[in-house]
């Protein structure tokens, strides 16, 4: 059994926590508003006012925030990750850029310190069911070594390289999925103005070579208006802008993504960024 700390316990973070605690480790946590960790505290877990005291208490911490600003804040800003006086071992499970996770792996090497990049998909389902898919990217040693921490939340483990190669393998998984949301949209749409029963058609091509993750998961949300959160449009068009940047530097067009992204957009002038992203339906939906 180990001490790990954990920053950020939003939705799928919270699960994550969860799978530590019941497997007997000792969990040490930090959020920026303590009551949004009540429900950690009572199952056991101990909270701290800053990165830093959760990593005096830990041997490995991850790390699961908003955006690429939060995770520089977390590791290299005052009371972050990187003025630790016991964890050498961090594990950011964050969606951010790869060149961050370059930088930090190069300058926590350079403090002592061992960054992996670690980034998930399957949402608050996966997270719940302790079946996510994780990319990881950093000193493969470290990663082997945790393996067992990686498997009470993931089924899915991959291991790619250096630093960065998981954040870049996450941008892959996020360009599929954008394009495959559209697609599912505006199959429902035509089945919709084809006078067919959404949920039957759901019924035929989720089990064929239509088949996806979002057909099956998000497909039956759309057709049920239920917009909640298994994964934040504001936090999938921060992806989806990460991706779209790597895609210019590395000199390839991505028209997919591209208009993804423009529909992600609209919604969210229209206010709906803390709605899942199966949202995007209301784009749609206006046609209906």
């Known amino acids: 059994?180990?001490?790990?700390?954990?920053?950020?316990?939003?939705?799928?973070?919270?699960?994550?926590?969860?799978?530590?605690?019941?497997?007997?480790?000792?969990?040490?946590?930090?959020?920026?508003?303590?009551s949004k960790a009540d429900e950690l505290i009572e199952l056991g877990a101990a909270w701290y006012a800053t990165p830093v005291e959760v990593a005096n208490q830990s041997e490995i911490v991850f790390t699961m925030v908003g955006y690429?600003?939060?995770?520089?804040?977390?590791?290299?800003?005052?009371?972050?990750?990187?003025?630790?006086?016991?964890?050498?071992?961090?594990?950011?499970?964050?969606?951010?850029?790869?060149?961050?996770?370059?930088?930090?792996?190069k300058v926590g090497e350079e403090k002592g310190f061992t960054v992996i990049d670690a980034p998930v998909s399957g949402g608050d389902i996966g997270a719940r069911d302790g079946v996510l898919s994780i990319m990881i990217g950093g000193d493969e040693k470290t990663v082997m070594d945790l393996?067992?921490?990686?498997?009470?939340?993931?089924?899915?483990?991959?291991?790619?390289g250096e630093p960065g190669a998981g954040q870049h393998t996450k941008m892959c998984n996020q360009i599929a999925i954008a394009s495959t949301m559209i697609a599912v949209c505006e199959s429902?749409?035509?089945?919709?103005?084809?006078?067919?029963?959404?949920?039957?058609?759901l019924e035929s091509i989720t089990q064929g070579a239509a088949g996806s993750w979002s057909l099956t998961n998000l497909g039956p949300k759309m057709i049920a208006e239920d917009y909640a959160p298994g994964f934040y449009i504001k936090h999938f068009v921060k992806d989806m802008g990460i991706a779209l940047d790597e895609a210019s530097r590395m000199n390839i067009d991505l028209p997919g993504l591209a208009r993804a992204k423009s529909i992600y957009d609209e919604l969210i002038e229209q206010g709906f960024e803390e709605e899942g992203t199966q949202a995007i339906i209301r784009y749609y939906k206006t046609q209906w």
């Open 1 to 34: 059994m180990m001490n790990i700390g954990f920053i950020g316990t939003g939705v799928m973070g919270a699960s994550i926590c969860k799978h530590l605690l019941k497997a007997g480790h000792t969990l040490h946590i930090y959020t920026r508003t303590k």
């Open 68 to 105: 690429p600003k939060d995770v520089q804040q977390v590791y290299k800003e005052k009371n972050g990750l990187f003025e630790s006086a016991k964890a050498t071992t961090f594990i950011d499970l964050t969606t951010s850029t790869p060149q961050l996770a370059e930088e930090l792996a």
């Open 147 to 160: 393996l067992p921490v990686f498997e009470l939340f993931g089924k899915n483990i991959v291991y790619h």
């Open 188 to 201: 429902l749409s035509y089945g919709k103005k084809a006078g067919l029963n959404l949920s039957k058609v």
